[in-house]
Structure formats: C-alpha cells, structure tokens
C-alpha cells in the first residue's frame, strides 16, 4: 500500500510563479524525502527532511513537515521551465522499514 | 560515470519469453532496490537487497520474478514467462546505508511485452 499522497495531481503554472505541492502519508516516520523525476528517467533526490526538522531549504525549494498532521510541502519558487517534472515524495511505509515508498506524485508544467 | 547503471534501457519481448535485467550500483554502496513504474503511478517497491542477501519483498513480485545479487554488487532481475501486465519501466536504486535513506536511481529499463 502507498504510504504518501501528494496533492495535487497535475499542476500548471506560468514561468516566475512559484509552485507548492504537498503530501500526506499514514504512520510515523522519522524522515520524509522529496524527489524528481523527468519525463520517462530516473528519479533524481532533491531533499531529505527529518522528523525533528520543520522546514529545511535547498535552493530555490522550501520542504516544511508537519508531523502532527502528518503532512509535507514543496514550494519551488521562481519556478523555471526546467522545473517541468513529476515530483514524488517518499517515505518509510513503517514497521521499522526504511525502504523508500513512493505516493502517485504531482505532476507540474511550467510554462514559459 | 558513477552513477547507478542499468541494462538494457529498452526491451521489447514477446508474451512468454523470460527476460532478464542488470543493475549495477554506485560502488560501495551496500542498500539496493527494485521497483517497478507504469505510466502516472510512482515508483512501486518490488524487492531489497542489503548486500548480498535479499532481506523484503514486496506482495507484487509474484513466483514469476526472481532477484539475485550474487557477490553483493551488481544485481539482476528475471521475469520469467512474461505477460503484457509487466510492461513497465524497472528502475533500480542504490543507497549508502549507515544511516542513510537517500536512495540513488538508475535510468531504468523500459520493458514492452507483446
């Protein structure tokens, strides 16, 4: 079973805007992980957020986690047509796992 | 290049035929997975191997898929009698371990059966 949801499934945005996409999941975790994947390849890791942190920045992405809702956000500002990607979050789907589980993702358009 | 490596990109087979693919992972690195992803969907866990030993499987990987990782490096992935349902892209991933979840992925191996 899928252990994140990210919300929403499809978004289109012009280039300058910023984007935010977000992500549920069901148990517990002690990190979360964001990542990107372009169209037909691989999955490229952008950021890792543990439990204990509320926001963490890497460039142009913003993540903050919400434990107590059990809920992440990416926000990407300044969003560029290379931006254009499914974005996934992953985390462990519990049990004292620590595989990645991936959610369904959120694909976005930017649009120059 | 360093990076996870995966063969062949592409394979067309037809209904029946067993196929298998290779993965080799960023050197050193002792965590390696499989996962399997059709078209809108992510990434679906399919097995994981901590060095040589395969330690989870998931349900999805039926009697008919078969994973080894012999001398825990390379590893490979076998489908035997093949069904248009395993049309996918298999994707492989590495990762450090120690602590690290961060999971490398290889470019992956579109699979078309007929």
């Known amino acids: 079973s899928q252990q994140g949801e990210e919300d929403p499934q499809a978004l289109s945005i012009q280039e300058g805007e910023n984007a935010t996409m977000n992500c549920s999941y069901k148990t517990s975790i002690n990190n979360l992980q964001w990542y990107r994947q372009n169209s037909g390849r691989g999955l490229v890791h952008l950021i890792l957020i543990r439990s204990n942190e509320r926001e963490k920045h890497s460039g142009r992405l913003r993540v903050t986690l919400d434990t107590s809702k059990k809920s992440s956000s990416l926000l990407i500002t300044a969003s560029r047509a290379a931006d254009t990607a499914s974005y996934f979050c992953a985390t462990p789907p519990g049990g004292g796992s620590y595989i990645p589980t991936f959610g369904r993702g959120t694909s976005l358009i930017v649009h120059p | 290049d360093t990076g996870v490596s995966q063969n062949p990109r592409h394979k067309i087979t037809k209904r029946g035929q067993n196929v298998t693919f290779r993965c080799d992972p960023i050197?050193?690195?002792?965590?390696l997975y499989w996962y399997r992803q059709t078209l809108g969907q992510g990434p679906e866990f399919l097995t994981y191997f901590q060095n040589e030993a395969q330690l989870e499987k998931s349900r999805l990987l039926s009697d008919r898929f078969s994973a080894e990782r012999p001398k825990g490096s390379f590893s490979t992935l076998e489908i035997q009698r093949t069904e248009q349902g395993d049309s996918a892209m298999y994707l492989c991933a590495s990762s450090p371990g120690r602590g690290s979840t961060e999971a490398f992925f290889g470019q992956g191996t579109r699979l078309t059966v007929v």
């Open positions: 050197s050193e690195h002792n965590r």
